[in-house]
């Protein structure tokens, strides 16, 4: 059974309303330097844990 | 001793080289394995988004048209008649619900099945004696995992938000254009009558017919279904509310599925049942009204269905060639109905006028009476007496004019009583509604001396009809309705824009229920 046109071009504009914030927000975190911050805790962390192991 | 010395040292030494694999290999590879595992897991659950709003997922259910007339996108149902109507569900008013479900399901699915085929029995001990070194792996999967169900947790959050507003304004769009239609109907008083036999049934919303696959439509309000268009089953769409349906759309009633005058609903409704006893001068009455209709409106008027169009083809014939009327079948009369132009309104340029012509048996037997149940929706009504039926006209009149009278044998009195103490038996309110008394045979009664003076004005009939031992009857008339006016009229063709014309009645009814005749 075809579902109306109607019903398909409500789908994508839901479609768009989820990736086009997901892509803005993505965008806005990579300029943000968030990303950067958190690798640079992980790898502190990681440091930190070395620091504390056998052979180190 | 020697030997728990050797399981101690092992222990120790097994000890040391997790310890070591997991903070020199697990943890960085733990980093990079829950970056993979985000990075997949939002891709994965946005494919799948895109896969099941496209419709690729089988597994999500169409929510189609009879789900919806069985109340799939909720809504109502009225006792009375079946309100839900058989036709695509708006967007947002249901199916997005299952897309939704659909996402969430095709995600857990997936993630489900990435789980299991990782932790599969075979692979399972073989994590377990790897331990630390697998460790990472099962951060990437659980990271994975909650970067899906949190693509998932977004697509709902978006579509709740998206959802919320458009429901907002629809809804506030559906009240404002349901309270128009609905002011529109009660100010231009468009409640449409059914004219076929038997129904009759008063239509506040006519069904409306696809004219993609003639499916009747039975609730065309904006709602649920679609706020300024609904979509048939066919694919067709249809607009809503009475006003732009009517439009456009063939309107049915409701109840008997029969076709109704292009334009019901939307245009002015008049509804006039003419009653009286049998060769009272009904039929010929309406005859010659409409004859004179046409002749005042010209094409303005036009039959508003095949069968009316023969009725008054027929009836113009029997005026022209001053044919006598045959008796009226005892049969559920079906209405004549015209479509009349307005010229002078601007917003609903049309009414629709539906005549009955009921047998006179109807008005003589109380039993048979009952089953004429569009009496009960008229506003106004005309009652047609015979003058030669009046005991002291009878006895003045000669045998000759007597016998090209035809006249009524059966009492005036009786003949209004038993259709106006039916209406009042069902409680209709009288007392709210016009009666046109017509005194039919008007050019026959003119030559008798009894008439002398009578003159075709509202006192002087109503005079006259006292004073011929009728005045119980008017006393009651006056008395059970809101307002009543006399008329003496000839239903010959001569008698066209003369005080005797059978439209001077039919036009003081209409204006009565807000329909000025050009």
């Known amino acids: ?56 | 001793m020697g030997t728990s010395i050797v399981w101690g040292v092992g222990i120790f030494l097994y000890l040391v080289a997790a310890w070591a694999a997991l903070t020199w290999v697990s943890a960085p590879l733990a980093l990079i394995c829950a970056g993979v595992g985000a990075l997949a897991g939002t891709v994965t659950a946005l494919l799948l988004t895109g896969w099941v709003f496209t419709g690729g997922d089988s597994g999500v259910r169409v929510m189609t048209p009879e789900q919806v007339a069985s109340g799939a996108a909720g809504g109502r149902k009225h006792p009375n008649l079946p309100r839900r109507d058989t036709a695509w569900a708006a967007y947002f008013a249901g199916p997005v619900v299952r897309d939704v479900r659909g996402v969430w399901g095709a995600v857990v699915r997936v993630t489900r099945r990435v789980w299991g085929f990782f932790w599969r029995e075979e692979l399972r001990q073989i994590y377990l004696a790897l331990f630390p070194f697998t460790l990472p792996a099962a951060i990437g999967l659980a990271v994975f995992t909650l970067s899906g169900l949190g693509v998932a947790l977004a697509v709902t959050v978006v579509t709740a938000a998206l959802t919320t507003v458009l429901w907002l304004l629809g809804g506030a769009l559906t009240w404002a254009m349901r309270g128009a239609d609905r002011a529109y109907q009660a100010i231009f008083r468009s409640k449409t009558g059914c004219p076929h036999e038997d129904c009759w049934y008063v239509n506040p919303l006519p069904a409306y017919r696809c004219p993609g696959c003639g499916q009747a439509h039975r609730d065309l309000r904006p709602g649920r279904l679609g706020v300024l268009w609904h979509v048939c089953e066919c694919g067709r769409r249809l607009p809503t509310t009475r006003l732009r349906a009517g439009h456009r759309l063939r309107p049915v009633c409701q109840r008997c599925l029969r076709d109704l005058a292009l334009g019901a609903g939307k245009l002015t409704d008049v509804r006039v049942p003419v009653f009286g006893a049998t060769s009272s001068g009904k039929s010929r009455f309406i005859m010659a009204a409409f004859g004179s209709l046409h002749l005042a409106a010209g094409d303005a008027v036009e039959a508003a269905d095949i069968d009316s169009d023969r009725a008054l083809r027929d009836y113009d014939r029997d005026l022209t060639a001053d044919l006598g009327t045959a008796a009226t079948a005892v049969v559920p009369p079906k209405a004549v109905t015209v479509r009349l132009r307005l010229p002078g309104r601007r917003l609903n340029g049309a009414c629709l006028i539906h005549v009955f012509d009921a047998a006179g048996e109807y008005s003589q037997n109380r039993e048979i009476n009952e089953e004429l149940s569009y009496l009960d929706h008229a506003r106004t009504l005309a009652f047609v007496l015979d003058p030669f039926a009046v005991r002291a006209v009878s006895e003045q009149a000669g045998g000759d004019l007597l016998g090209r009278a035809n006249r009524s044998l059966h009492d005036p009195e009786d003949s209004y009583a038993v259709t106006v103490q039916r209406l009042q038996a069902y409680r209709v309110k009288t007392h709210e509604r016009c009666l046109a008394v017509v005194v039919s045979k008007a050019d026959l009664l003119a030559r008798m001396p009894l008439a002398a003076g009578l003159v075709p004005e509202d006192d002087s009939v109503r005079a006259w009809l006292a004073g011929q031992g009728l005045g119980n009857l008017v006393r009651m008339a006056e008395s059970d309705f809101r307002s009543v006016r006399y008329f003496l009229v000839s239903s010959r063709k001569g008698a066209y824009g003369s005080g005797m014309d059978a439209l001077v009645p039919l036009r003081w009814l209409l204006a009565e229920d807000g329909v000025e005749l050009p």
Do not use: K, Y
């Open chain 1, 1 to 56: 059974m075809n579902q109306p046109i109607s019903h398909r071009l409500s789908r994508v504009v839901l479609l768009l309303a989820v990736l086009l914030p997901l892509a803005a927000g993505a965008g806005a975190l990579a300029r943000s330097g968030v990303p950067a911050t958190v690798w640079e805790w992980c790898v502190r962390f990681v440091a930190a844990v070395h620091s504390h192991a056998p052979f180190s």
